[in-house]
């Protein structure tokens, strides 16, 4: 599987600031994923991040509040914008493995704290 | 009512036990089943998929009843090792989307 290193591993951030967080793969993926998961909650997905052309996202998350870049086969980011409270979570990237229809495997995430 | 549901547990079981945890999808259009092991303050790891003829890996056994809808995952002789929360996950082909639904995950604590 695919070795997949996330930046900043945690951080805690003042309200109405923006964060990017930074996703490397050690090899060319198809398909890279950004997911929430609030505390004590399950992963909820952001968005699929496309590489050259822009993100899809999923019901409730917009792009003006969660930009995502996927300049290569390699690397991809997420912006929080303008955060809040609301918006301390872990963040985690996934890759599709190659050569398998759905399977995903996950960056060790960006526990991030608004306050 | 949630795409995917499980029990939360917690599940506490001695070593050496066997536990079994269920799961139940409510979209028809699933494709693909996983369950995912998720440590405390880590991220999910796979644990292993899950096909219609049902699959074994080891101590861990998965199967899916697509007729019902549900899915479970079988754990025998227990180790304190295997303390984490398991996650149902499942993929729809109907979006044209790759991404996974997770469940809430089950709790599962053995004690020694």
């Known amino acids: 599987s695919a070795v997949i290193s996330q930046k900043p591993s945690r951080d805690i951030c003042q309200r109405g600031t923006s964060l990017t967080i930074q996703c490397q793969v050690d090899?060319?993926?198809?398909?890279m994923f950004w997911y929430r998961q609030q505390p004590g909650q399950s992963l909820t997905l952001i968005a699929t991040a496309n590489q050259g052309s822009e993100a899809t996202y999923e019901s409730g998350f917009v792009i003006d509040k969660f930009p995502i870049s996927r300049p290569n086969l390699t690397f991809s980011t997420l912006t929080v914008s303008n955060m809040s409270p609301e918006d301390s979570s872990i963040y985690l990237c996934s890759v599709k493995a190659m050569g398998t229809a759905y399977e995903q495997y996950f960056g060790p995430g960006t526990r991030l704290t608004v306050t | 009512r949630k795409e995917v549901e499980q029990d939360p547990g917690p599940f506490n079981v001695p070593e050496g036990a066997t536990v079994a945890f269920n799961c139940t999808y409510s979209?028809?259009?699933?494709?693909?089943f996983f369950w995912y092991r998720q440590d405390c303050r880590k991220e999910p790891k796979l644990l292993m998929s899950?096909?219609?003829s049902g699959n074994e890996d080891g101590r861990f056994t998965a199967q899916l009843n697509r007729a019902s809808q549900y899915i479970s995952l079988l754990i025998r002789d227990s180790k304190l090792s295997d303390s984490a929360t398991y996650l149902c996950v499942v993929n729809r082909l109907d979006t044209g989307r790759r991404a996974l639904t997770f469940g809430s995950g089950t709790r599962l604590q053995v004690q020694p």
């Open positions: 979209n028809s259009a699933s494709q693909s």
């Open positions: 090899s060319q993926v198809t398909m």
């Open positions: 899950v096909y219609s």
